[in-house]
């Protein structure tokens, strides 16, 4: 779609390697931050990001650049929808010596039961983990 357009366009312009996971049935995902001082919120439609499988991570163009990747970070919100794949990056990234790092990504993402769940399985995968202090508790 066009929107997916523009941002592999402006992603290659600044330079960024991608491996986009195209779905003719789904919309590129949109997210818009807000920021009032210290408070932020997103408001994210993930769009065709909610449809990332493994067959899309080891696909003949991704493969060497995992290969020859130092570090992949996850966000909370791939694992909410594709915690299989996840599971295999973070695998992966273990087996090869890559820095795996995740970000938690939302204090409401983190009430639901089977996220908390899915996050304790990739845990002992992560080297670096991000989030907010109330994310943690």
Not at 16 to 27: C, E, G, N
Not at 38 to 56: F, Q, V
Request: proline residues 2%; contains cysteine; hydrophobic residues 40%.
């Amino acid at each position: 779609d066009e929107s997916g357009d523009i941002l592999e366009t402006l992603v290659n312009k600044d330079g960024v390697l991608t491996a986009f996971a195209k779905h003719q049935d789904l919309p590129t995902g949109h997210c818009i931050a807000l920021v009032d001082g210290a408070e932020r919120t997103l408001c994210a439609n993930l769009g065709a990001a909610t449809k990332y499988d493994t067959s899309d991570l080891w696909n003949s163009t991704n493969i060497p650049m995992l290969q020859n990747t130092k570090v992949i970070y996850v966000e909370g919100y791939f694992l909410a929808h594709s915690f299989e794949t996840t599971m295999e990056l973070a695998t992966f990234a273990q087996r090869n010596q890559i820095t795996f790092v995740f970000n938690l990504c939302g204090e409401y993402v983190c009430e639901d039961i089977t996220y908390v769940e899915n996050v304790l399985k990739i845990l002992p995968f992560v080297d670096i983990m991000f989030g907010n202090r109330s994310e943690f508790d």
